[in-house]
């Protein structure tokens, strides 16, 4: 039996050696301090467990959901949008629930891209952009390179002509944030080029410390769609669960595709989703999220302040957002590979793209005393 030719363009994957080396030290007793995954440690707050289990008891809970999402929770999505970024969307026509972002932005592919077409993929970048978006629709990434001499943000006249243009500040892996300037670009870029759909994913959004407030693109054009999360916001990453917002012809026909390929996600996460938005006060999330997001930036500075004490790092690139941190090294597998037999697991910068090959990538989930016991056994690199 012959698998999909398309499976065969999906690159390798990078980390299996590296997962197997990791297994192979933790059945011999190795202490290993993960700072690869990027997954929170922190529990949600205890409102929103309180609210899974209060939704559960809800009459239809246990039925099948609409693919576009819950009506009220689309239309309290709104009004965190308009207080979170002062922007008034249409909760019936231009909001969809979706089954996390990674669902939401690889289905929003299925809609616009033919065989043949390019998709642009910030290099490095999260790998759904170019391989679930283009690859897999038997597309061709158009891989953006993101480079420290322009601040991590691609060159957007290098994707004029794509169909598909995804972008994502603040950014995975290199932590970085796009300020005013770029989001005008961008929006100007969406105005001007009407083959192309510009495909914001905000994941990180509400991850910025200090006075730092990312901005939504819907504030500087319409002719976009953008993604949130609640898994970073709040902690839940195994919920799966998160929304678009954008354009209504966008959000109707990423809908047409979930039809046809799931029946949304689970009614009583929905609703929990849509009381944990409602506890913003504006743009100032609940006390505990903000409890959660303050702890996430002060591991960050941990790190940020340790890595550079190092050897063979060359320089960090710091940032008021993400929980990641991204460093600068001559070889990022054989520094990730010494790095995991002193006891620490990083993530080489080329599993996210040629453009990331020289850097490692650090995640702050994990408890400050395993950061700094992480740090001290680096130290001895």
């Known amino acids: 039996m012959k698998t999909a030719k398309r499976l065969t363009r999906i690159p390798p994957y990078l980390f299996a050696g590296l997962e197997a080396k990791a297994t192979e030290l933790k059945t ?61 969307v249409n909760p019936a026509k231009e909001i969809a629930v979706i089954i996390g972002g990674k669902e939401g ?33 038997d597309g061709n990434p158009r891989h953006l390179p993101l480079i420290p001499e322009n601040d991590f943000l691609p060159t957007l006249n290098t994707a004029i002509g794509v169909k598909l243009l995804y972008l994502n500040y603040p950014n995975n892996p290199t932590g970085a944030i796009a300020k005013e300037k770029f989001y005008r670009e961008v929006a100007r870029f969406a105005d001007d080029h009407s083959e192309t759909l510009v495909a914001w994913d905000a994941a990180y959004c509400e991850l910025a410390f200090g006075d730092f407030k990312p901005p939504s693109i819907l504030n500087f054009t319409r002719n976009a769609v953008e993604f949130h999360s609640l898994s970073k916001m709040m902690n839940v990453t195994g919920y799966r669960i998160g929304f678009a917002v954008g354009h209504e012809e966008v959000i109707k026909s990423l809908v047409k595709v979930k039809t046809q390929l799931d029946s949304g996600a689970p009614v009583f996460i929905q609703r929990a989703m849509g009381d944990a938005l409602s506890r913003y006060e504006g743009a100032t999330p609940p006390a505990e999220a903000k409890k959660s997001h303050d702890e996430y930036g002060r591991r960050k500075r941990l790190l940020e302040e340790g890595l550079a004490f190092v050897p063979g790092i060359e320089r960090i690139y710091g940032s008021p957002a993400t929980f990641f941190v991204w460093a600068k090294v001559e070889d990022d597998v054989r520094f990730v590979e010494k790095a995991m037999e002193a006891g620490v697991i990083l993530t080489p910068g080329r599993g996210f793209g040629e453009s990331g090959a020289g850097f490692v990538r650090a995640a702050v989930t994990a408890p400050s005393d395993r950061i700094e016991m992480a740090l001290e056994r680096l130290k001895k690199l």
Do not use: C, M
């Open 105 to 137: 932005l690889a289905n929003l592919s299925r809609a616009f891209v033919n065989p043949g077409d390019e998709v642009g993929a910030p290099d490095p970048g999260y790998p759904v952009y170019a391989n679930g978006a283009a690859i897999l629709n």
């Open 28 to 88: 011999k007793g190795v202490d290993l301090i993960d700072l690869g995954i990027a997954d929170p440690d922190l529990p949600p707050a205890p409102f929103l467990r309180d609210a899974v289990v209060k939704h559960l008891d809800d009459k239809d809970a246990h039925r099948y959901p609409t693919s576009a999402g819950d009506p009220k929770v689309r239309e309290q999505i709104a009004t965190w949008f308009k207080g979170r970024f002062g922007v008034d």
